[in-house]
């Protein structure tokens, strides 16, 4: 038996944040295309909170549960990622990995505990530029390790991550960001058990990322006299 009322409390939570988020995106976006930096390359650290539920199913255990809001816990990482603007456009896309340390645990009752571990992630974004923000969403696929208490062997989740975000330009070359992601694993079993677990993870997390290095706009130089 699952219990699905945290689960979509939790996805609707996850919703509004990122609508939220979005809607500020929008309605601060310039009117007018700029044009901007074609190759940026940037690397940073980040930390925050994150929260699961995971959904149970097993045709031998119909009585287990799941503490589904219950599940929190903080996590913190190291990133890195290229972004590429368009020259005359508020436009830019860009590809991006990260790692993040974790340990978000969620009771199996009266089984046991268990922690989603440290997870990395690949993926893309694209969004636009304000000045010194901008405001983008974004795309990946994503690993965690896992652990339980009494020994038995866990599997490696893989799901999808999707979110959105905004960032600062506090100097020339730091920049703070905020984002918001949900990922949603794809179902896993417990070795030596007929337990199935499917998590959802929702992450809020600040960046502070130090651009590496950029390569220019080329320049039209006048014709010669």
């Avoid at 699952?2 to 988020?21: C, M, Q, R, W, Y």
């Avoid at 799901?159 to 949900?182: F, H, I, K, P």
Wanted: glycine letters at 12%; a positive charge; hydrophobic letters at 40%.
């Amino acid at each position: 038996m699952t219990n699905d009322k945290p689960k979509s409390h939790l996805i609707v939570l996850a919703g509004l944040i990122l609508a939220a988020i979005a809607c500020l995106a929008v309605s601060l976006a310039p009117t007018k295309a700029r044009a901007q930096t074609p190759l940026q390359v940037y690397a940073g650290v980040h930390g925050g909170y994150s929260m699961m539920s995971t959904e149970v199913s097993s045709p031998l255990a119909p009585g287990v549960s799941i503490d589904g809001l219950g599940s929190k816990g903080l996590v913190g990482g190291l990133h890195a990622g290229v972004d590429t603007g368009f020259p005359g456009s508020i436009w830019f896309a860009g590809i991006f990995g990260d790692y993040t340390w974790q340990k978000v645990d969620f009771s199996i009752n009266p089984i046991a505990t268990a922690r989603l571990g440290d997870s990395w992630t690949i993926g893309g974004r694209a969004g636009i530029n304000s000045g010194k923000s901008k405001y983008y969403g974004l795309v990946g696929y994503t690993q965690a390790e896992s652990s339980i208490t009494g020994g038995m062997a866990m599997p490696v989740f893989k799901g999808v991550t999707y979110g959105v975000g905004t960032s600062y330009a506090l100097a020339a070359n730091l920049v703070a960001s905020l984002e918001a992601r949900m990922t949603h694993f794809q179902s896993a079993t417990v070795v030596g058990t007929p337990i199935d677990l499917q998590p959802d993870q929702l992450s809020v997390v600040m960046r502070l990322s130090l651009q590496l290095g950029s390569v220019p706009s080329p320049v039209a130089t006048p014709p010669l006299k």
